[in-house]
């Protein structure tokens, strides 16, 4: 072989040594394998190293500085190839660490949302704000209640008409048609008569129940709110006086409240109360009047001794009108894309 013929074959191993060390580096899987590699490169007997050996079988300088030049630039490739990919990787390490540590909060921002109160729940909420700020405390009663409490005590006895009117679902418990889910608050009045002692001003909200087929402003299951005042030397003065400054603390100043003659076997006399609206509007509220003496001794309270008065009225169409709600049922059908207005 021609030293010539040498020359050329020995500058084309180093090219093909010098190539696949470049493709190892280029193919390295982590900083971990490009570590490894860089030490096995450097190594005296490696493929590239080997070559200085051959070089000293070469007579002519020409050739001996063309090979050398050839492994220097080799080197020197391979050493700029491992600094870049070494970079790369640690730049990768160091953004994947930070994806890693980071905290989404852009994901607390677009997918939690924060709850908030039912319409009816908001309601109730605010009368009995307005009602606490009238002096008022807030009493509750079981949903299921003693035939005696929702009609007995409330001068309301087995044959009486009145009964009629609520439509009563009673349960299988007891004596048949003892227990029923009550049909209005006003059996609250009743217990808080007997655990209370007078002076009494009370407010009772809560669940009712009645035998109804829903349509656009009925539901079987709606919201009311009781209220009992007994003490010394109450008249219907003070439960006219009352409803008017409710009606401006609720509805608002340009609101105001008339009372119509009407009839509850509970209290005598009794009236119907209506709101005006600003726009001169009446709307029907509720039912009051003072206590029946029948019903103030059904809580062990003496009427020679206490008067009182007492009204109620249902929250879920307060509800609906203020948000102006077309049909009540929409209220009820748990549709986020509905309940999420309010
Ligand atoms: N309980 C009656 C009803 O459900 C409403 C009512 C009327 C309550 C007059 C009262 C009252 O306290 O005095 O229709």
């Not at 009311?224 to 003490?231: A, C, N, P």
């Not at 062990?300 to 009540?328: C, L, N, Y």
Request: include cysteine; aromatic fraction near 8%.
């Amino acid at each position: 072989m021609s030293e010539q013929n040498t020359v050329g074959a020995i500058s084309q191993a180093i090219e093909t040594a010098r190539d696949s060390a470049l493709q190892a580096i280029k193919s390295a899987s982590d900083l971990d394998a490009l570590r490894a590699l860089g030490v096995e490169l450097n190594k005296k007997e490696s493929q590239l190293n080997s070559f200085k050996s051959d070089m000293g079988k070469l007579s002519s300088v020409e050739d001996k500085r063309t090979i050398g030049q050839l492994l220097n630039a080799a080197a020197t490739l391979i050493s700029t190839a491992i600094e870049t990919r070494t970079g790369e990787f640690t730049e990768l390490e160091i953004s994947n660490r930070i994806a890693r540590e980071s905290l989404d909060l852009t994901e607390l921002l677009t997918q939690r949302r924060r709850g908030h109160s039912h319409i009816v729940t908001q309601a109730t909420q605010r009368l009995e704000d307005v009602f606490v700020g009238l002096g008022f405390q807030i009493a509750e009663g079981p949903e299921v209640e003693t035939d005696f409490n929702n009609f007995e005590a409330l001068n309301m006895p087995k044959s009486h008409p009145a009964r009629s009117e609520f439509d009563t679902m009673f349960l299988e418990y007891g004596e048949p048609g003892s227990v029923l889910l009550r049909t209005h608050t006003s059996p609250v009045q009743i217990r808080v008569m007997k655990s209370w002692k007078p002076p009494i001003y009370a407010i009772m909200p809560g669940r009712v129940f009645r035998r109804d087929t829903p349509d656009a402003t009925h539901m079987p299951v709606f919201h009311q709110i009781e209220g009992l005042v007994v003490d010394r030397g109450i008249t219907f003065a003070h439960l006219a006086g009352t409803i008017e400054a409710f009606t401006k603390a609720f509805f608002g100043d340009d609101f105001s409240s008339r009372l119509r003659p009407s009839f509850f076997p509970f209290t005598e006399p009794s009236a119907e109360f209506d709101i005006r609206r600003a726009d001169g509007e009446w709307i029907e509220l509720g039912g009051c009047g003072m206590v029946h003496p029948n019903v103030l001794r059904s809580g062990g309270i003496d009427p020679e001794e206490f008067t009182g008065f007492a009204f109620g009225f249902g929250i879920d169409r307060m509800a609906k009108e203020r948000h102006k709600v077309g049909d009540i049922r929409e209220m009820y059908t748990n549709d986020l894309r509905f309940l999420r207005q309010f």
